[in-house]
């Protein structure tokens, strides 16, 4: 798993700590603050939004709600069986 982020950008740091959280592993890219110089998360995200997720076959990146969609897609994948169950 992937994260593409910049350390003061509000919307990344609550997807690291929920990283953290579900102790998960995961590598941290940090990209430029310039959009057009984001070339590597062009490439794996193709998109120049952070913060990007790419876990696998999974491409999470854009704006939606900033990183809702993230956080949510996180939980699912990480819940205990037990939180998943309940979930559906």
């Known amino acids: 798993m992937i994260l593409y982020q910049r350390e003061p950008c509000p919307w990344c740091k609550p997807v690291r700590e929920l990283l953290t959280e579900l102790q998960v592993s995961y590598l941290l890219v ?3 603050k310039q959009r057009e110089a984001r070339a590597e ?3 794996a995200t ?3 939004f952070i913060p990007a997720l790419v876990d696998g076959d999974v491409v999470l990146a854009g704006r939606l709600e ?3 969609h993230l956080l949510d897609y996180l939980r699912r994948r990480h819940a205990a069986p037990a939180e998943a169950h ?3």
Do not use: T
């Open 30 to 32: 940090n990209v430029p």
């Open 41 to 43: 998360l062009i490439r």
């Open 46 to 48: 193709g998109e120049h």
């Open 66 to 68: 900033h990183n809702q």
């Open 86 to 88: 309940a979930a559906a």
